[in-house]
């Protein structure tokens, strides 16, 4: 029972393997490959199968971070990933990219923030706590923001918050002058997404529609949201 985990929504390229049977990650491989994930990420794959002694019949299931974060690398990572459970009729689970992150912060009696840079002071992100076992809940919807509104809304939360970022060295001064001794920010290895938690996030999911299953932008490319607001103008005239 193989679990191929798949993550290109941001910088980093993740792939890693996960044996269901004997509750263990057998391979995982990171680069930060960032605008080479399309040419990267199949012979990536191709590798860890073989260093996992898999063949593809092997696989059970498929998990793909699914976004927000680069629109090409979550366009590339899904599109693969569907297309590989297609062909091997096996199911695809799509996992939240931001879930991925703040599993870096489990088991910790604080709340976790994580976040992807998003351009024009944006980001996208989301609040999140873990419980003693390593689970998460979101407990603040996953959104696109302006990161200065984001952090006075934080500043009412009663409880120290641990920020999570491959982004985080562009905004860090904001976060510490913001919120001072309530934020944490821990060393560079929590700031990257692991492929080995994301395939153990959707170990026990069911299986989406593989027609269903579709990235989670968190916001409308520029274009669809210029063509809506001149529709919005031109309902108005």
């Given at each position: ?7 290109t ?22 680069e ?91 980001v ?52 510490r ?25 959707g170990k ?33 005239e």
């Amino acid at each position: 029972m193989s679990i191929l985990a798949i993550d290109t929504s941001n910088e980093t390229l993740g792939v890693s393997i996960y044996d269901d049977h004997i509750q263990k990650t057998k391979i995982e491989y990171t680069e930060n490959s960032k605008t080479k994930h399309s040419k990267r990420l199949m012979p990536v794959i191709d590798q860890v199968m073989k260093d996992a002694s898999l063949y593809p019949k092997d696989l059970t299931k498929i998990v793909v971070a699914k976004g927000p974060g680069s629109y090409t690398g979550v366009r590339i990572g899904l599109s693969t990933a569907k297309m590989m459970g297609w062909t091997l009729n096996i199911p695809v689970i799509g996992v939240s990219s931001l879930e991925v992150l703040a599993l870096n912060g489990a088991n910790q009696s604080y709340k976790i923030c994580p976040f992807f840079d998003a351009r024009r002071g944006l980001v996208y992100t989301g609040l999140y706590e873990s419980d003693e076992l390593g689970q998460i809940r979101l407990v603040k919807e996953e959104q696109n923001i302006l990161f200065s509104d984001w952090l006075n809304q934080l500043k009412k939360e009663d409880q120290t918050i641990i920020f999570l970022s491959p982004d985080v060295d562009l905004h860090k001064e904001t976060i510490r002058e913001m919120l001072k001794e309530k934020a944490i920010i821990p060393i560079e290895k929590f700031h990257i997404p692991s492929p080995s938690l994301l395939a153990i996030s959707g170990k026990n999911r069911q299986g989406e529609s593989i027609h269903q299953l579709t990235p989670n932008y968190l916001r409308l490319v520029e274009a669809e949201a210029k063509w809506l607001a001149k529709q919005k103008e031109q309902d108005n005239e």
